[in-house]
Each structure stands twice: as C-alpha cells, then as structure tokens.
C-alpha cells in the first residue's frame, strides 16, 4: 500500500527559459499571414466548386 506515492516535482521542474534577444531573420507581419491564409481558403474553395460533377 504504501508503494504507491506521489511524487511531486521541484519548483523549477519543466521551466525552461530561452534567450529574449533571439531575432529571426525572416519576419512575417502578422496581416500578411492572415491575407495568404484568406487567398489559400479562397483557391481550395474556388477548385473545389470547379470539380465536375460527374
């Protein structure tokens, strides 16, 4: 009975801490990401309603 405990982790368990300064050197802003994925919804659908029928 006694064998079954519960282990509780460290305070820093799991915490990891990356660097704040890191840049990408490709930089997206977030309204062209939003654009493209518009543009990429509105290519499916227009390919799909283009399907024949048959």
Same mark, same amino acid.
């Given at each position: 009975?006694?064998?079954?405990? =519960?282990?509780? $982790? #460290? #305070?820093?368990?799991?915490? %990891? ?6 840049? #990408?050197? =490709?930089? @997206?802003? $977030?309204?062209?990401? %939003? @654009? +493209?994925?518009?543009? &990429?919804? =509105?290519?499916? &659908?227009? +390919?799909?309603? #283009?399907? $024949?029928?048959?």
């Amino acid at each position: 009975m006694a064998r079954d405990k =519960i282990n509780i $982790p #460290s #305070s820093q368990g799991g915490l %990891v801490r990356y660097s704040e300064g890191y840049r #990408s050197k =490709i930089e @997206i802003k $977030p309204a062209y990401v %939003v @654009i +493209l994925i518009a543009l &990429v919804i =509105i290519i499916e &659908v227009f +390919l799909h309603l #283009s399907k $024949p029928l048959g």
